[in-house]
């Protein structure tokens, strides 16, 4: 989809369609309705003044104009209260826009700078405006022959701006939001695939073909090269798998002084998580194929990093493997060595997450980062505690939390803050090796996302390091209402919320107060 701002009046634009967004007011608000030309002003006005339309967050109401003025049709969409417009509102906005123009089979259409007049400024609007519409229209659809009613054919998105001295920022705005959108499509193309399609082996081929297009440096690990490292965590879980693991790694140096030390980004990649000998039940378990999906986040986020220049050098590091219950796959109760050499007793081999990461973040600990975030679809109890709009963070770092807080925030990837520290030790404690995978192998039991995350914990030492468990967010099953953007599927969690932290990431953590 091409995507461009332009300057000049709603109603002589000559498009196919004009959205247009309406702040929630008085029905009597007269004819004159600020920030609008009069004569679409008469059609809002009219919608207001009939009850028919209120402005109320979403609502959307298409109008056709009959040759009275340049667009053929006109669609209001609500904004909700001017004074409390979130800029969610407006990616919220955006969707509801885009799918009710997906639905009308038009594929070309214009829209009013979403929010304008509100305090947000104009670049950001458009940024937000444009992941909205973006995000709103993906589809996964890689394996259909058939294009199904589902796939947006729409080409063109105008952006229009009142004032054109804001044109240039709107403009950076937009191509920044095309960037952030495709990215966290990027994410959710790689966990959509299912693991047939999506193997260890894929998944590094993918991180080389994105490595080569933007130019990053690219380290794949195999079997052998694990095995010499003392790679324990990450080949016990491969051992049910006939599929080979890998090791991903990927370099981004965008600081101004490439020395730098890099912010380690640390993904699980589960490609397909049975749960091993400690096997899942069946129902639903074709959903592990998102277990992938904190791998999938964390390479889009590189490669948003990437073209987006941002100013931060970057470590990413993927620990990619099946958890499948074969002939040769690991048992309750063994002793594996992590990389660094670390021993845990496994006493749940579908705890995989944790042995996986825990290679992953030991590793990364080589390049000296300055911090290191993992993000993971880690729990089910993490799932309990905080369903599906919230992931759990866990962290040694209280302004690290602070930063991921506001990213947050700024992007309504919500997160919320679950301890970890000294007085949860001994639900990790083992009497035969240093650690052992879960408090008890049987399901259930207490503080499972604090465990998992206790066990990683482990691996980081003094840097500051921050886990998301995305186990709720990674995926969803329904269309809501108010998240329009976020299709059934991968969501692509966590895309936003890094890149975010990562354009603001100037300066060092200790000096910040
Ligand atoms: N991938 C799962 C976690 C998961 C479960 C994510 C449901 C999303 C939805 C993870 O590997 C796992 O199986 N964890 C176990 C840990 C338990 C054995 C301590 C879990 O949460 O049940
Ligand atoms: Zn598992
Ligand atoms: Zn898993």
């Known amino acids: 989809m091409r995507i461009l701002a332009e300057s000049g009046d709603l109603q002589d634009r000559k498009t196919n369609l004009m959205a247009v967004g309406i702040f929630e007011q008085n029905p009597k608000v007269g004819r004159s309705i600020s920030g609008l030309d009069p004569k679409i002003g008469n059609i809002v006005?009219?919608?207001?003044?009939?009850?028919?339309?209120?402005?109320?967050?979403?609502?959307?109401?298409?109008?056709?104009?009959?040759?009275?003025?340049?667009?053929?049709?006109?669609?209001?969409?609500?904004?909700?209260?001017?004074?409390?417009?979130?800029?969610?509102?407006?990616?919220?906005?955006?969707?509801?826009?885009?799918?009710?123009?997906?639905?009308?089979?038009?594929?070309?259409?214009?829209?009013?700078?979403?929010?304008?007049?509100?305090?947000h400024s104009p670049d950001v609007l458009a940024q937000t405006m444009v992941e909205g519409t973006m995000l709103a229209l993906y589809g996964f659809q890689k394996f259909k022959n058939k294009p199904s009613d589902h796939i947006s054919s729409i080409e063109k998105l105008t952006i229009m701006v009142r004032k054109k001295s804001l044109l240039t920022r709107a403009r950076k705005g937009a191509l920044d939001g095309k960037h952030i959108a495709e990215a966290v499509c990027l994410s959710r193309d790689l966990a959509n695939t299912p693991g047939n399609r999506m193997t260890p082996t894929r998944l590094a081929e993918e991180c080389r073909k994105l490595s080569r297009l933007h130019r990053l440096n690219l380290k794949i690990l195999g079997n052998n090269q694990l095995i010499k490292l003392g790679m324990g965590g990450i080949l016990g879980v491969a051992r049910g798998s006939s599929e080979s693991p890998k090791l991903i790694i990927l370099e981004y140096r965008g600081a101004s002084e490439s020395s730098c030390p890099p912010i380690a980004l640390v993904g699980k990649g589960i490609t397909f998580d049975a749960g091993g000998i400690s096997l899942k039940p069946s129902g639903k378990m074709e959903e592990m194929k998102f277990d992938k999906s904190g791998a999938a986040s964390v390479i889009a986020a590189t490669m948003a990093a990437a073209t987006l220049k941002l100013k931060v050098n970057l470590v990413c590091i993927v620990p990619a493997t099946e958890n499948l219950p074969g002939g040769s796959a690991q048992k309750p109760g063994d002793i594996i060595r992590h990389y660094g050499g670390k021993t845990s007793e496994v006493l749940n081999t579908d705890a995989e997450g944790r042995l996986i990461l825990g290679d992953g973040i030991a590793y990364s600990l080589e390049y000296k980062p300055q911090a290191i975030i993992d993000l993971a679809t880690l729990t089910g109890a993490c799932v309990v505690a905080l369903g599906a709009v919230t992931a759990g963070l866990f962290s040694n770092h209280d302004r690290l939390v602070r930063r991921i807080e506001k990213s947050a925030k700024a992007t309504s990837e919500r997160v919320w803050r679950l301890p970890v520290g000294d007085e949860y030790l001994d639900l990790i404690k083992s009497e035969a090796a240093d650690m052992r995978n879960v408090?008890?192998?049987?399901?259930?039991?207490?503080?499972?996302?604090?465990?998992?995350?206790?066990?990683?914990?482990?691996?980081?030492?003094?840097?500051?390091?921050?886990?998301?468990?995305?186990?709720?967010?990674?995926?969803?099953?329904?269309?809501?209402?108010?998240?329009?953007?976020?299709?059934?599927?991968?969501?692509?969690?966590?895309?936003?919320?890094?890149i975010h932290l990562l354009k603001g990431w100037s300066v060092d953590l200790g000096d910040e107060s």
């Open 439 to 498: 408090f008890s192998s049987s399901p259930g039991g207490p503080a499972g996302a604090i465990i998992a995350a206790m066990y990683l914990r482990e691996f980081v030492g003094d840097i500051p390091w921050a886990h998301l468990d995305i186990a709720g967010t990674a995926w969803t099953k329904s269309d809501s209402i108010e998240r329009t953007y976020i299709p059934p599927g991968a969501t692509g969690y966590g895309v936003r919320l890094l």
């Open 45 to 119: 006005a009219d919608a207001l003044a009939t009850r028919d339309f209120s402005g109320s967050l979403n609502q959307v109401q298409l109008f056709y104009s009959h040759g009275e003025i340049t667009p053929k049709r006109v669609l209001m969409v609500g904004l909700g209260k001017k004074s409390e417009l979130e800029l969610d509102s407006v990616r919220q906005a955006a969707g509801r826009v885009a799918l009710t123009v997906k639905n009308l089979s038009v594929r070309e259409f214009s829209s009013s700078l979403l929010g304008e007049g509100s305090s």
